[in-house]
């Protein structure tokens, strides 16, 4: 873990860091970092507690430093979270995804649970479209959904509030992820997942009936696909909707409920980045492509010139997002969470 935290492929190293495993004499295991100088990794965000400096020992010659206990335990009603003081829990292995195989985490001391991955069961919560809920601390268990899910949800967002959506198509161009194989292998069902990095390969997705839990009047009415290309850094949603009032990189096709034209889609989104969703949200003029935005912590970046209208009802938008942003967006929802945990009423 000290080293995959120190040196990374995509992020480039974590200079100015040091990273090491100390056990105590008491027999726990801690990851120790300390930073001796400004991180120069790129998109590197730093969220430690500074009360926790001079955990090494080093003294003035670190600038930060932090300890940050490990533990090994496949069981969640086994770790010790009561004894951490941890009150909200990002889980993110992947095996846990029901709001009932997550209640271990609450009995083992957690208050709250995040997840990383879409859920069967858990509300889905999007900062900045639906995350009032959130706030006012009504779940225990909520998602995050994905990169791909938070970004479509925005442009949906935006859509439905100034123009109304009839139905809409979405294909994600999503860049290679930990589950993308150097070489063919098997795979389940889906035998094309199972084909080697080297190929684009088209993937189903539920993206956008998930997107149906929140905006459930869209139900039946947006499909989605993505496809797995061997590059690194960002996605592309592309989304062609059929219009009404209201709407890595996905790309949207979009039919409206109302006449309008694109120009007018695009001073929508543009007036909402500077506005309501601007942590969220951006609007891009200038030409970009994928490693232009793969750092950025936003979870939509709107590429306004490389969407266009059929006609006055439909629409291909196109739009960006990446693994970066997600993270912040997952760090959002539990402050979120963690803040409806110190404002709630005690119960008598």
Known sequence: MAYLLTHDTQYGPLMDWTASVA?????????????????????????????????????AECATSFAIETLSERNPLH???????????????????????CMAHMQAGAKKVVLSTPSPDAPLIVCGV??????????????????????????????????????????AVQSASS???????VAGKDLRSG????NIIPTPNAAAKIIARIFPELEGSIASISYHVPTWGASLLDFKCLHAPCAHSPQLSVKTEKPVAYEDI?????????????????????????????????????????????NKNFFKLVSWY???????????????????CTTAPKKL
């Open 23 to 59: 056990t105590s004499t008491s027999g726990s295991v801690k990851l120790v970092l300390a930073q001796t100088g400004p991180s120069r990794a790129r998109g590197f965000r730093h969220h430690a507690d500074p009360a926790s400096e001079n955990a090494t020992g080093a003294g």
């Open 130 to 171: 639906n995350d009032e809920a959130a706030k006012q601390g009504k779940y225990d268990v909520v998602s995050a959904g994905s990169g791909q899910i938070v970004c479509l949800a925005i442009l949906v967002k935006v859509l439905k509030e100034n123009f109304g959506v009839v139905e809409g198509l979405a294909s």
């Open 322 to 340: 990446n693994e970066t942003a997600f993270s912040v967006r997952c760090l959002d929802l539990i402050a979120l969470m963690h803040h409806s």
């Open 266 to 310: 695009k001073r929508a989104f543009r007036t909402a980045a500077e506005s309501e969703l601007q942590p969220f949200l951006a609007c891009a003029e200038e030409p970009i492509v994928s490693s232009d935005v793969a750092f950025d912590s936003r979870s939509c970046i709107f590429d306004a010139d490389a969407g266009f209208s059929l």
């Open 195 to 198: 084909r080697g990095a080297n």
């Open 79 to 101: 770790i010790p979270w009561r004894r951490l003081g941890v009150e909200c829990v990002l889980e993110t292995c992947g095996v846990f995804i029901s709001v009932d195989q």
């Open 179 to 185: 589950s993308t194989r150097s070489v063919d292998g």
